[in-house]
């Protein structure tokens, strides 16, 4: 009896218009639970030059043209890193969008990425960011500078050292191992200490 009814209908409007309705809800299930997917280029541990922008394009998979995506980007530290574009919309089949970071001052954060399809949060991910100070020739310059210099005056406080002292310092090696403590174990210390607050 219902293949009879079935034929009967077969060939009117509404057997189609029934079909075509049944095939798009089973359509419209079948993608709703079909999450997009999000890679970054360059992927982690992004690295920032000071008062200048860093590029990152985001690649964007498995969206069709009926999803809402958007990305939400914050930067945990936002005094050493800035976002000025914090919220990305994909438009329909846009599969590629790109942002910038600012690195602001020298430093380490972290930048928090969410995901949204439809309004429905679908991933969430961190990655590092480091911000470095630019390296020009005049800076390479002068630190190649340096180095000669302290290798120089180095070898010169050398040939300037007397045997006898050196015995004299290694029979009483009390004051250059308070000064090799307070140089090399003490003093990183409280420096870390001291700036790690700010």
């Not at 009814?5 to 299930?29: H, W």
């Not at 602001?104 to 309004?119: I, S």
């Amino acid at each position: 009896m219902v293949t009879h009814f079935t034929m009967s209908l077969e060939n009117s409007g509404i057997y189609q218009a029934k079909r075509v309705i049944l095939v798009s809800t089973i359509i419209s299930a079948l993608t709703s639970n079909v999450y997009a997917l999000i890679t970054f280029d360059p992927p982690n541990a992004l690295r920032i030059v000071l008062d200048d922008y860093l590029e990152i394009r985001a690649n964007l998979d498995n969206a069709t043209k009926q999803d809402v995506v958007v990305l939400q980007l914050t930067s945990l530290e936002t005094k050493v890193a800035s976002i000025p574009l914090d919220e990305i919309y994909f438009e329909p089949y846009e599969r590629m969008h790109t942002f910038k970071i600012k690195g602001e001052r020298l430093g380490l954060t972290q930048v928090e990425w969410k995901l949204y399809q439809n309004l429905k949060l679908i991933a969430i991910g961190k990655f590092d960011a480091s911000v470095k100070r630019g390296q020009d020739n005049i800076q390479l310059i002068f630190t190649i500078f340096v180095v000669i210099l302290i290798s120089i005056n180095n070898v010169n406080m050398g040939c300037l050292l007397d045997l006898e002292t050196i015995k004299k310092v290694l029979r009483a090696p009390t004051a250059p191992i308070i000064g090799f403590c307070c140089q090399f174990l003490f003093m990183p210390l409280v420096s870390f200490e001291t700036f790690s607050h700010f």
